[in-house]
C-alpha cells in the first residue's frame, strides 16, 4: 500500500498524527515527511523482520542520498494491532510519539520549518490522518 499527500504544508510546530493497523505478515513499513519523494526529511521505518533487522525502528533522511541511519530498539508495534504515532517538529528536531507514550526523536538534518509531502508505504492499512 501505498498513501500519498502532495501539496499539503506541515508546519514547524504543528502536529500530524497517523492511525492505522499493522496488517498480518507486514515486514516493515515507513512514514516519509519531507519536499518530494527524493528529499525526505523523515524516514520512519519500523522493521518487524526486514533486511537481518527484526523489531527495530529505523529513522533516515535522503538530500540528494541517504543519511546515518538513527536506530531506536523500542518496537511497540504488533502485527494485526491499531497503532497510532504522532509528529511533531521544529527546524532542528522531529519530535515522534510511539503507540505506546514513549518519544523519540529524530535530527531535521534539513533544517526546515515546512515540508509539503508526506507518504506511507507498507502492509500497513491507514485508518485516520489528523493535523492540528
Not at 502532495?6 to 515507513?30: P, R, W, Y
Not at 533487522?53 to 508495534?77: A, K
Not at 531535521?108 to 515540508?115: I, K, L, M, T
Request: with cysteine; net charge negative; hydrophobic share 35%.
Amino acid at each position: 500500500m501505498v498513501l500519498t499527500v502532495k501539496d499539503m504544508t506541515f508546519k514547524a510546530g504543528q502536529e500530524l498524527s497517523i492511525s492505522g493497523k499493522v496488517k498480518s505478515g507486514c515486514e516493515k513499513f515507513s512514514i516519509n515527511i519531507g519536499h518530494d519523494a527524493d528529499n525526505i526529511a523523515l524516514h520512519f521505518n519500523p522493521r518487524f523482520c526486514y533486511n537481518g533487522d527484526t523489531n527495530i525502528i529505523v529513522c533516515n533522511s535522503n538530500q540528494g542520498g541517504w543519511g546515518e541511519e538513527v536506530r531506536e530498539h523500542g518496537f511497540p508495534f504488533q502485527h494485526d494491532e491499531a497503532f497510532k504515532v504522532t509528529i511533531n517538529f521544529n527546524n532542528e528536531q522531529f519530535y515522534i510519539k510511539l503507540p505506546n507514550g514513549t518519544m523519540m526523536s529524530f535530527p531535521n538534518r534539513h533544517g526546515d520549518d515546512a515540508f509539503n509531502h508526506f507518504d506511507v508505504r507498507g502492509d500497513v492499512k491507514v485508518e485516520g490522518i489528523k493535523m492540528k
